[in-house]
């Protein structure tokens, strides 16, 4: 069965980087275009960013642009995520989740347990 | 960007009952774009709803979705233990954007 299991969370002082892991498992990784989404401690989901089943498109959010990447790896079938410059606001547990479909963004089917990021000095 | 907005912010009833969230999209959501999310503590969410009004795979048909344009929503026919949790809804296929419902927590009564 589909399996998505996130790494790489943490604590961070303020302007540190973090890379954040998520191992698939159970599908065709290189099939799906793939999102990170993160939730602030007691708030709501938040989109952060999404890439292409061939990794060719790739798109962040406003928030975080400029200072978080995606990418992926399909030989390992691992996503990534790349955190520079992180701010306390970045402080969230982040989670990786399938999108079934090729082509403009969708819902999510799968998601992993998440990985806890805490920036703070 | 398209902004969500659910009601109520809390929805408190007995098991048994009927449950109706409110899901309302500053602009006309695409092809019913519209996904329904539920949460519990700790836990990730789990998809219920696509495409406004399907049910995805292995969720109980007490649980139905529907609406279109910029009004939609989740019907939980007669709530079982097991449903008080928190319920996101999220819109999808536009160009670039994703944005989520700032949520409903349904509690038990």
């Known amino acids: 069965q589909v399996h998505l299991v996130e790494s790489g969370g943490g604590v961070v002082q303020p302007g540190g980087s973090l890379r954040l892991s998520c191992a698939a498992s159970g599908f065709t990784f290189r099939n799906f275009p793939m999102h990170w989404v993160r939730q602030a401690p007691g708030q709501g989901l938040e989109w952060v960013a999404v890439?292409?089943?061939?990794?060719?498109?790739?798109v962040h959010a406003d928030s975080v642009k400029g200072r978080f990447t995606i990418s992926r790896d399909d030989s390992t079938k691992t996503l990534f995520l790349q955190m520079n410059s992180l701010k306390p606001e970045d402080t969230a547990v982040y989670y990786c989740?399938?999108?079934?479909?090729?082509?403009?963004?969708?819902?999510?089917?799968?998601w992993g347990q998440g990985t806890l990021v805490t920036v703070s000095s | 960007e398209i902004v969500l907005t659910q009601s109520p912010g809390t929805l408190s009833l007995s098991p048994g009952e009927r449950a109706t969230l409110s899901c309302r999209a500053s602009?006309?959501?695409?092809?019913?774009?519209l996904g329904w999310y539920q949460q519990k503590p700790g836990r990730a969410p789990r998809l219920l709803i696509y495409g406004a009004s399907i049910r995805a795979t292995g969720i109980p048909d007490r649980f139905s979705g529907s609406g279109s344009g910029t009004d939609f929503t989740l019907t939980i026919s007669r709530l079982e233990p097991e449903d008080f949790a928190v319920y996101y809804c999220q819109q999808y296929g536009t160009s670039v954007l994703i944005s989520f419902g700032q949520g409903t927590r349904l509690e038990i009564k």
């Open positions: 602009q006309s959501v695409n092809s019913n774009y």
């Open positions: 989740a399938r999108d079934p479909f090729v082509g403009v963004p969708d819902y999510f089917d799968y």
């Open positions: 890439i292409s089943f061939n990794g060719d498109i790739k």
